[in-house]
Nanobody, 121 residues
Framework: QVQLVESGGGLVQPGGSLRLSCAAS????????MGWYRQAPGKQREYVAA???????NYADSVKGRFTISRDNTKSGVYLQMNSLRPEDTAVYYC???????????????WGQGTLVTVSS
């Protein structure tokens, strides 16, 4: 019912920048939250950042001051601007949304397929 398409991952040197994008589509009445998680090799998936209806943002301590989350003009897409990247930021990044399904009052959570970010010299 909800599809997420991510893009923007890749290889970048330490100190560099990347921007991830995620577009949501499907049977969506409204979007409650849009966010990003990441999973490094051998580690559990962890929260990175989220933007909540009303454009309130929240960040994990590890990325505060370096990453910025924002929504696009249509409000159905979300970006993650990542600056001052470090080797420890290397992970698969997943988009996550919570929506209200069109024609219902039901909430639904969905994950993107993931996009790999590698920070290495």
């Amino acid at each position: 019912q909800v599809q997420l398409v991510e893009s923007g991952g890749g290889l970048v040197q330490p100190g560099g920048s990347l921007r991830l994008s995620c577009a949501a589509s499907g049977s969506i009445f409204s979007i409650r939250t849009m966010g990003w998680y990441r999973q490094a090799p051998g580690k559990q998936r962890e929260y990175v950042a989220a933007i909540i209806s009303g454009d309130s943002t929240n960040y994990a301590d590890s990325v505060k001051g370096r990453f910025t989350i924002s929504r696009d003009n249509t409000k159905s897409g979300v970006y993650l601007q990542m600056n001052s990247l470090r080797p420890e930021d290397t992970a698969v990044y997943y988009c996550h949304v919570e929506v209200v399904v069109a024609g219902t009052h039901n909430a639904l959570a969905a994950w993107g397929q993931g996009t790999l970010v590698t920070v290495s010299s």
